[in-house]
């Protein structure tokens, strides 16, 4: 397979990220099974494509995509090869303007028109007849979803971190109410796995409940916790289903910022062989940021869990997109990594669903929210609730 790419445009103008670009470009020609095919695709300014608008299709305006298949060239960009499919030229301005006022990223909107110029290369055409565009729209539809789509199952999994229901029981120093219950409520309520952190100072989860949830845990039972030696000691001996690597500090409140991989690798990687010696897959617990999703994977990680916790934090409609779009894209350079995605930290009734949505991320890890909503209506109806906002009906693209 020929692919061949052409920015020629400043792609930081756009925070236009090449990678997710080329590897979308890469599997869709997967998806079309053209690999023998030759494609070229250029990236370009409006003023650039008004150039071929007018003068092939004799319209003023720019516009946002022009296919022009083997044969139908204009000569300045005539192939080489007959083996050639064509060319697609796509205008990243008219791309950028599109998607004002509509909840789309520009890597989406970019994605769309690639669609649709290979298929007009492949003789599709919305302008031949009502049934034809009709044709053409289900197939786009249909494509980009399996481009976008890396997750196993069609809805985001739920994970309930059951820590705050163990910060209640400390703040009494009793025995109620019991995180091992609650896990078992949490389960019939149909969250697909249940996660704790076992925090040095053993602050809220303590060492019988870890053991307990080992025992009674039915779905997954994910371990969070820091690189050290104790813990690493237990969670050895226990074998939870997967462990997440997190950074953790005595006096903060909550985890408060992602792991830096990148500068203790050596550290990390030496938790990751014991744990992987032990049967355990690990997760590294990440900021959404592509230096620490390479190390991730360079030190052998099975999964990343995106840091959520700015999107959520988020004081503007245009921060929070700002950061969502973080999320997007680390979530996509993970996966095209071969990393499984996990996300979580903040996500709430209201800033969950967005998440939930992307196609990338496998599971959410939620504690605070759902233990508070609990207090009001209870626990399973809780989980049910937060489930409900997970479905792809509710979610927005
Ligand atoms: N993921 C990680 C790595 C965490 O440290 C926490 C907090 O314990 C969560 C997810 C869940 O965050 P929250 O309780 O805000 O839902």
């Known amino acids: 397979m020929a692919l061949h790419l052409l920015f020629q445009i400043d792609p930081g103008h756009y925070s236009l990220n090449k990678k997710i670009i080329r590897s979308r470009a890469n599997r869709l020609m997967g998806i079309l099974q053209l690999q023998t095919s030759q494609v070229s695709m250029v990236f370009m300014s409006d003023p650039e494509i008004s150039t071929y608008n007018r003068k092939y299709r004799r ?22 090869s007959s083996k050639e499919l064509g060319d697609v030229l796509i205008s990243v301005d008219t791309a950028a303007r599109e998607i004002q006022g509509v909840n789309k990223s520009l890597h989406d909107r970019l994605t769309e028109l690639m669609i649709h110029g290979i298929l007009h290369l492949l003789d599709y055409d919305h302008e031949r007849s009502d049934e034809e565009a009709r044709r053409m729209q289900e197939k786009e539809k249909k494509i980009f979803q399996r481009i976008k789509g890396f997750r196993s199952t069609s809805m985001v999994k739920l994970a309930v971190n059951v820590d705050h229901v163990a910060t209640v029981r400390e703040a009494r120093g009793i025995t109620e109410p019991d995180p091992v219950l609650a896990a078992g409520i949490c389960e019939l309520a149909g969250a697909s796995g249940i996660v704790v952190h076992l925090r040095e100072d053993r602050r809220h989860i303590n060492d019988r409940d870890v053991r307990l949830l080992r025992r009674i845990v039915k779905t997954k039972l994910n371990l969070e916790m820091a690189s050290a030696r104790e813990i690493i000691d237990i969670a050895v001996e226990i074998k939870p289903d997967m462990v997440t690597l ?13 792991l830096n991989v990148s500068g203790n690798r050596k550290k990390l990687r030496n938790t990751i062989s014991e744990m992987e010696k032990a049967g355990i897959p690990v997760s590294l617990f990440i ?31 245009q921060e929070r997109n700002l950061e969502f779009r973080m999320i997007e894209e680390a979530a996509e350079i993970a996966c095209d990594a071969g990393l499984q995605v996990n996300a979580g ?6 800033t969950t669903s967005r998440i939930a949505a992307l196609e990338t991320i496998e599971e959410l890890s939620i504690g605070h929210a759902i233990i508070t909503r609990a207090v009001f209506v209870g626990l399973n109806q809780a989980v049910r609730e937060m489930l409900a906002l997970l479905k792809p009906s509710f979610q927005e693209h």
């Open 59 to 80: 319209r003023k305006r720019p516009t946002n995509v022009l296919s022009f298949p083997a044969g139908d060239y204009p000569p300045e960009i005539a192939p080489s």
């Open 287 to 317: 900021d959404p940021d592509q230096k620490q999703i390479k190390a991730a994977k360079e030190i052998g990680a099975t999964f990343v869990e995106l840091h959520t916790g700015r999107y959520c934090d988020a004081m503007t409609a």
């Open 246 to 258: 997190v950074p953790e500090k005595r006096k903060e409140l909550t985890t408060e910022g992602g």
């Open 345 to 350: 930290h903040g996500l709430d009734y209201r």
